[in-house]
């Protein structure tokens, strides 16, 4: 596969970073990522893997644009309230790289399409922040060994992690946090969302993701972000030789 002009133009400023040459691009363009929900973290995610070259993409999310949603999800306007979140995001994309192959699904995740939704997937980004959903993806993707980025925000702070889910050696989200029962925790649509805090998450997702796709080394830590302080912290974290994924 050989990269366009119109490509190589597009992507110069990155080619030229020593750490990313032609060779490193081409091996990101052949990967396919499967993003779930285009809110507040999906969008920048997305946006920025895109632009950095991310060729093969997966859309999944079954929600309309609302005007709460314009605060941080920027792949959206005032012009398409009641559109597709899905198909509009893809026409967006479409506009940074015309060249990249965008599929959508217009549906929320559930025990009976995720097969459908998610096979073929190089990497799978999960940013529903709905904890059922995230439990079912997280089963799937360790049953099929497939790595899986989870993300998450609220308030002012974020938190990203990568599973890789190598064939019989997993560290999973149940394995951190054990239970199919909801954690305790706050929602963005009671305690609010800053929409630079799920930017910043958003972002950390991408270079995550990127940092995946290129072998750059990555630890098996959950990174967190806090808006307000500017902090990024990163804390190892263990597999649970008793984990219930199975
Ligand atoms: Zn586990």
Known sequence: MNISEQELEIFSRHLILKEFDEAAFKKLQKKKITLIGLGGIGCPAIQYLVSTGVKNIKLIDGDIVQKNNLNRQLLFSINDIKKSKAVVAKERLK???????????????????????????????????????MILINRYCVK???????????????????????????????????????????????????????????????????????????????????????????????????????
């Not at 965008?102 to 529903?128: G, Q």
């Not at 929602?187 to 290129?214: E, H, P, Y």
């Open 95 to 133: 506009n940074i790289n015309p060249e990249c192959n965008i599929d959508i699904e217009r549906y929320n995740i559930n025990s009976k399409n995720i097969n459908d939704a998610l096979n073929n997937s190089s990497l799978i980004i999960d940013t529903t922040d709905n904890w059922k959903t």
């Open 144 to 246: 099929r060994s497939i790595p899986l980025i989870s993300s998450s925000a609220i308030g002012f702070d974020g938190q990203v992690i990568l599973f890789k889910n190598k064939p019989k050696n997993h560290l999973c989200l149940q394995c951190i946090f054990p239970t199919n029962k909801e954690p305790d925790i706050s929602r963005c649509d009671s305690v609010g969302i800053a929409g630079i805090a799920a930017g910043m998450t958003g972002l950390v997702t991408a270079q995550k993701a990127l940092n995946f796709l290129t072998n750059y080394k990555d630890d098996n830590y959950i990174t967190m972000i806090n808006a307000k302080s500017l902090k990024i912290t990163n804390l190892m974290i263990e597999k649970n030789k008793k984990c219930r994924v199975f």
